[in-house]
């Protein structure tokens, strides 16, 4: 089968021919139809992700067709067309993943090829609104904004919530997830054509975070914030504290600008603030998320569409920050 294999750091992706998976009597046999990028590809080529090991074929997310089925799988698998869920070994308890924990694509082989083996339990029916380019786009991605957004902040209908760095996959699951609970939302971004982007997807504002009052335009908009979802950290971090509102909740998944700096202690303990670490999401929360999806009818936001063949280009841009939404492989044809 046709795959991204990558043998070594920083080696450019390319297709390679590699044998197809064999599967156990628990795992299925996924034809994939289309794969999509996570930063943690490419993080994974330039050695920066914990347990990394070589060769490994890249990509947690992916949609397809079960072409093959192990002798535990219920048969009426066969031939569904599916979504997997990338989140490996939570175990038991909801709250916090287990410490052999791990997402499809290292330390497994993963979704940038033409078949991928995972355990029955992993698969899901894909949405039958979507397309598979779109399918493929929100299994990583939907989950960790999921939990941030729904579960570890809360976020409820009438309530202003903050998403920051809008742009990339995760918040911009967030915004959507939070726009169709009935919440009001706002972003930031470096980049004023996405968040004005955003606003077509239902936020009711945003300001430019290099702007030097940026925390002081927010607050003019909206008063303040119940809820908040961060990627950054740094030393905006302190400013989110500054914007929220008595008993607030912020959810982080990220800390694209390092360690934070959370401002003056007391604001966090006088306001009641709770501060959230969210990362990925249990199986249950994967559920729930689904037919969230299925309910509301989301559509993953696709930035553009490569061949499999091109998929040293499609990193390229992801690793430029110029896409709005998620990069995406096709995989079939």
């Not at 156990?24 to 999509?36: F, G, R, Y």
């Not at 490996?88 to 924990?101: C, E, H, M, S």
């Not at 290292?106 to 380019?133: Q, S």
């Amino acid at each position: 089968m046709r795959a991204i294999v990558l043998e070594e750091l920083n080696q450019k992706l390319a297709v390679k021919e590699v044998e197809t998976p064999t599967i156990a009597d628990n795992e299925v046999l996924v034809k994939i139809h289309a794969a999509a990028f996570n930063h943690r590809d490419l993080w994974i080529q330039k050695g920066q992700y914990a347990g990394i090991r070589f060769p490994i074929i890249l990509g947690s997310d992916g949609s397809g067709t079960v072409a093959k089925i192990g002798a535990n799988v219920n048969a009426d698998w066969l031939n569904k067309e599916v979504v997997i869920n990338p989140s490996l070994n939570w175990g038991n308890n909801p709250r916090v993943q287990a410490k052999d924990y791990v997402i499809l694509g290292t330390p497994n082989d993963g979704t940038f090829a033409e078949y991928v083996k995972v355990d029955a339990r992993l698969l899901h029916i894909k949405p039958t609104h979507l397309t598979f380019e779109q399918a493929a786009a929100f299994p990583l991605a939907g989950l960790t904004a999921y939990r941030a957004t729904m579960k570890r902040a809360a976020a409820k209908a009438s309530e202003n919530v903050l998403i920051t760095g809008i742009g990339g996959g995760v918040a911009l699951f967030c915004v959507q997830f939070a726009v169709a609970a009935g919440c009001n939302v706002y972003v930031t971004s470096g980049d004023d054509e996405k968040i004005a982007k955003a606003i077509t997807l239902g936020a009711k504002g945003g300001v430019n975070y290099k702007n030097q009052n940026w925390d002081k335009e927010l607050k003019a908009m909206c008063g303040g914030f119940e809820a908040m979802v961060d990627s950054s950290g740094g030393d905006t971090f302190a400013k989110l504290v500054d914007l929220a509102k008595t008993a607030g909740r912020i959810a982080m998944y990220g800390a694209t600008l390092g360690a934070f700096n959370s401002g003056v202690p007391a604001k966090i303990f006088w306001k009641q603030l709770d501060i959230l670490g969210s990362t990925m999401g249990n199986d249950d929360e994967f559920a729930e998320m689904l037919a969230f999806i299925n309910d509301h009818k989301i559509i993953p936001i696709v930035d553009e569409v490569f061949e499999l063949a091109q998929a040293q280009t499609a990193i390229e841009k992801m690793s430029q920050g110029k896409q709005f939404g998620k990069i995406v492989l096709k995989v079939a044809f």
